[in-house]
């Protein structure tokens, strides 16, 4: 099992910045990927980013794409995601997960483990 706690979010003005981190405890060895998601009310979840574990691959949402970064720390077992230009468009509750195979990483199907969410609001 692989636990996930995230920290961060909160409010912020537009074009503002925020940083979400998500530490990850347990079998960290399995993990093969970490990735953000997000929900906003009465939509479905949606990818934001992702890292492999091992690669260093990254991979970005088109609408996130040159203003968020995601980040790891493998000493700290911990997933960063620094996001900056914020819009109110970015409202959300963010969610941190690891998948412990899965290749396609911007379905949430594939990912095995999620964090509890963080609210992210942006003001305009």
């Known amino acids: 099992q692989v636990q996930l706690v995230v920290s961060g979010g909160g409010l912020v003005q537009a074009g503002g910045s925020l940083r979400l981190s998500c530490a990850a405890s347990g079998r960290t060895f399995s993990i093969n990927c970490m990735g953000w998601f997000r929900q906003a009310p009465g939509k479905q979840r949606e990818f934001v980013a992702a890292?492999?574990?091992?690669?260093?691959?990254?991979y970005y949402a088109d609408a996130v794409k040159g203003r968020f970064t995601i980040s790891r720390d493998n000493a700290k077992n911990t997933v960063y995601l620094q996001m900056n230009s914020l819009k109110p468009e970015d409202t959300a509750v963010y969610y941190c997960?690891?998948?412990?195979?899965?290749?396609?990483?911007?379905?949430?199907?594939?990912?095995?483990?999620w964090g509890q969410g963080t609210q992210v609001t942006v003001s305009s």
């Open positions: 997960a690891a998948n412990e195979g899965g290749i396609i990483v911007t379905i949430a199907t594939t990912y095995d483990y």
């Open positions: 890292v492999t574990w091992s690669a260093d691959s990254t």
